[in-house]
């Protein structure tokens, strides 16, 4: 929902910082790659009782997240780039959860097995979205420059990170902040799949 708004903002200081990096000779499947390994510590920091420690690190990694696409777009743009982009994206994104579940199974397993089950369902309906909207030529900006299609919705990428954060600052609130955001995250994918019925009749 934030997410076309926050990119207009953003996108001039990382298309900037993107140029520069590109003009040095980074790749950006490194900054990808980078950016999941930090992502992946703050999960690992998470998993041994350390949430407080792990903002930082994730931050970053989001910062990454979003510096690779500029970098590309700066240098040669590759369909693999975006494509261990978004398995990058996945696997951050899924890791977060699991530590905090790790790092306590008895309080936060049943929320923790709920968000992740609603980030599989959602994740299918956005990468669904995705390759219809390839198969019909559409493509958009709103949210930058992307490899795929991104589709619009409740939850976006910026929610998610503000969600992160608020279980970083607050971790013993994981189980009631992850049983809201699961929900709204089918409230999404029932969002994506209604617009999909409405933007992809048969041909």
Known sequence: MLDAALRRVIDPAL?????????????ADAV???GLGIGLLAAALIALGHP?????????????DGLDGAVARAGKP??????????????????????FVLADPARNGAAGAFLLCSFYVNGATFLGYAILAERRGLTTTARG??????SGGLLEGTETILFQTALCLWPGAF????????????????QRILAARRHFPPL
């Open 52 to 64: 407080g420690l792990a903002l930082a690190p994730l931050l970053l990694s989001r910062l990454a």
């Open 145 to 150: 420059v992307k490899s795929l299609y991104f």
């Open 32 to 34: 990808t790659l980078a």
């Open 175 to 190: 189980a009631p902040l992850s049983w809201v955001f699961g929900g709204l995250c089918f409230i999404t994918a029932v």
């Open 78 to 99: 590759s369909d693999f780039g975006g494509y261990l982009d978004i398995s990058a994206d996945f696997l951050f994104y899924g890791a977060v959860p699991l530590a």
């Open 15 to 27: 298309s900037a910082l993107g140029r520069g990096l590109a003009a040095r000779g980074c790749r």
